[in-house]
């Protein structure tokens, strides 16, 4: 079989024909090379396609034009393949990582991630990056043969970014010398596993300035005042297009920055790479730090961005107060399911390890379809008793609000006092129609 790639490929790339292989041993395809295949299962699998409802910062319903986790993970690809055809590492291995990085995220971003983590606690804890391991690994029920995607070695270390040592212990109890290794042993993953990290980084940051913008809460101005790098790039947009204004200036600006950063990885990376002379990916493996890497003042005007997009978006009143819903939601659909089981579908709670089942089922819910559930379950009174299902967010579920919103999609112009959509909408439940979901309803 041939491989598209391979003879452009550097030596210190992954390359399919050597990889470590999948848990179940399955024959090549004759047409697609391991790591495309492990992209096309991605794709086609249930929890790729349930980040389309999966809120990356705002919540899904606040406006059709904001992330979703499925066009951040998109974006993610789109970066990571650009700078790795540049690096002559493999595209199709970075498009597997970067489109399955996220499919371990709970519904509604970070605040769900925390409060199903708070949940189970005593239970193990809950961490998106492993989760994302877990659904490739297991959730995913599509094949005869196995549980999971039954992904490439490369794959699968590429979407395990994090681990704690305790969790690494586990992992390598289960496969020895597999995933955990390299938490345990302070080794590095393959270059197309550290691009991905850096293409989400690139990502988020961008996109996130554009969304905050979009959404209000953020402006231009403060953004300019505030962080010196974003300033340098609207300057150098407006000295370009001096007459220049509004979205179209604030896109540029982007557009600019990520190419910016692109060129500054692709650089910074080659020129690190040169004088090593590797000629392995195990050599990259081995080496003791990550070699795809932001130049250093590059590195700290992303920090800088990061620092002020938390303390001003990410933690800005209006999303927390929506967050607070969020954790609500989470919250009550665990205790309800820890309490009854048969709640959920019978391959969850037919499983042993019942608080495991319980966030597994969770996590792999999307946004709305987490509201519909906890719509049905705050309206059976024996849970509603039993373990007082927050009182304050059944007020306004069943009602779709944005459905009598005249214009759900904000633009640009929507400032703060327009976006209704915070807070009181995050309520917005399934649509009338759909209010009483079907016990067992897959998510
Ligand atoms: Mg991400």
Same mark, same amino acid.
């Given at each position: 079989?041939?491989?598209?790639?391979?003879?452009?490929?550097?030596?210190?790339?992954?390359? @399919?024909?050597?990889?470590?292989?999948?848990?179940?041993?399955?024959?090549?395809?004759?047409?697609?090379?391991?790591?495309?295949?492990?992209?096309?299962?991605?794709?086609?699998?249930?929890?790729?396609?349930?980040?389309?409802?999966?809120?990356?910062?705002?919540?899904?319903?606040?406006?059709?034009?904001?992330?979703?986790?499925l066009t951040h993970s998109l974006e993610v690809a789109q970066?990571?393949?650009?700078?790795?055809?540049?690096?002559?590492?493999?595209?199709?291995?970075?498009?597997?990582?970067?489109?399955?990085?996220?499919?371990?995220?709970?519904?509604?971003?970070?605040?769900?991630?925390?409060?199903?983590?708070?949940?189970?606690?005593?239970?193990?804890?809950?961490?998106?990056?492993?989760?994302?391991?877990?659904?490739?690994?297991?959730?995913?029920?599509?094949?005869?043969?196995?549980?999971?995607?039954?992904?490439?070695?490369?794959?699968?270390?590429?979407?395990?970014?994090?681990?704690?040592?305790?969790?690494?212990?586990?992992?390598?109890?289960?496969?020895?010398?597999?995933?955990?290794?390299?938490?345990?042993?302070?080794t590095q993953p393959s270059l197309e596993a550290q691009l991905?990290?850096?293409?989400?980084?690139?990502?988020?940051?961008?996109?996130?300035?554009?969304?905050?913008?979009?959404?209000?809460?953020?402006?231009?101005?403060?953004?300019?005042?505030?962080?010196?790098?974003?300033?340098?790039?609207?300057?150098?947009?407006?000295?370009?297009?001096?007459?220049?204004?509004?979205?179209?200036?604030?896109?540029?600006?982007?557009?600019?920055?990520?190419?910016?950063?692109?060129?500054?990885?692709?650089?910074?990376?080659?020129?690190?790479?040169?004088?090593?002379?590797?000629?392995?990916?195990?050599?990259?493996?081995?080496? @003791?730090?990550?070699?795809?890497?932001?130049?250093?003042?590059?590195?700290?005007?992303?920090?800088?961005?990061?620092?002020?997009?938390?303390?001003?978006?990410?933690?800005?009143?209006?999303?927390?107060?929506?967050?607070?819903?969020?954790?609500?939601?989470?919250?009550?659909?665990?205790?309800?399911?820890?309490?009854?089981?048969?709640?959920?579908?019978?391959?969850?709670?037919?499983?042993?390890?019942?608080?495991?089942?319980?966030?597994?089922?969770?996590?792999?819910?999307?946004?709305?379809?987490?509201?519909?559930?906890?719509?049905?379950?705050?309206?059976?009174?024996?849970?509603?008793?039993?373990?007082?299902?927050?009182?304050?967010?059944?007020?306004?579920?069943?009602?779709?609000?944005?459905?009598?919103?005249?214009?759900?999609?904000?633009?640009?112009?929507?400032? @703060?006092?327009?976006?209704?959509?915070?807070?009181?909408?995050?309520?917005?439940?399934?649509? @009338?129609?759909?209010?009483?979901?079907?016990?067992?309803?897959?998510?």
């Open positions: 079989m041939t491989d598209f790639y391979a003879s452009g490929l550097a030596p210190y790339a992954s390359d @399919p024909l050597l990889s470590r292989g999948r848990r179940v041993a399955e024959a090549l395809a004759p047409t697609r090379n391991d790591f495309q295949r492990d992209r096309d299962r991605i794709v086609h699998s249930s929890a790729f396609r349930r980040l389309v409802y999966k809120t990356q910062v705002f919540l899904n319903h606040e406006g059709d034009l904001f992330r979703t986790r970066l990571a393949r650009s700078m790795a055809r540049s690096l002559n590492l493999h595209e199709d291995l970075v498009e597997a990582i970067a489109l399955a990085h996220d499919l371990g995220h709970t519904p509604f971003g970070h605040a769900g991630q925390d409060a199903l983590n708070h949940c189970m606690r005593e239970f193990g804890g809950f961490e998106h990056n492993l989760q994302s391991l877990r659904v490739v690994d297991f959730l995913e029920e599509r094949y005869a043969l196995f549980d999971g995607l039954n992904l490439t070695f490369e794959t699968r270390e590429g979407i395990l970014k994090h681990c704690g040592l305790a969790q690494a212990r586990e992992l390598d109890a289960r496969e020895p010398a597999g995933l955990g290794a390299r938490f345990i042993n302070g991905c990290n850096l293409a989400d980084e690139i990502a988020y940051n961008a996109h996130d300035i554009d969304d905050g913008v979009r959404s209000g809460l953020l402006s231009m101005e403060q953004l300019r005042a505030n962080v010196p790098w974003f300033e340098h790039y609207c300057s150098k947009t407006l000295a370009l297009y001096p007459q220049i204004q509004g979205r179209r200036w604030l896109f540029e600006t982007i557009r600019l920055m990520l190419s910016e950063q692109v060129y500054d990885v692709i650089e910074t990376t080659r020129a690190g790479l040169l004088p090593l002379g590797l000629q392995s990916a195990a050599e990259v493996r081995s080496f @003791p730090e990550a070699l795809v890497a932001f130049s250093v003042p590059m590195q700290e005007a992303s920090l800088a961005l990061k620092q002020f997009l938390s303390a001003n978006l990410y933690r800005h009143p209006r999303v927390l107060q929506t967050t607070d819903y969020a954790k609500e939601i989470i919250r009550d659909l665990f205790l309800a399911y820890v309490h009854t089981p048969t709640e959920m579908p019978e391959s969850f709670h037919a499983r042993h390890d019942r608080e495991r089942a319980v966030a597994d089922y969770i996590a792999g819910m999307t946004d709305r379809f987490a509201a519909k559930e906890h719509h049905r379950l705050s309206a059976w009174s024996p849970l509603k008793a039993g373990h007082g299902l927050a009182t304050g967010a059944q007020e306004g579920w069943g009602v779709d609000r944005s459905l009598q919103d005249p214009n759900p999609s904000s633009g640009l112009s929507s400032g @703060p006092s327009s976006g209704s959509s915070f807070g009181p909408s995050f309520g917005s439940g399934p649509r @009338p129609e759909s209010g009483g979901a079907t016990k067992g309803d897959t998510p």
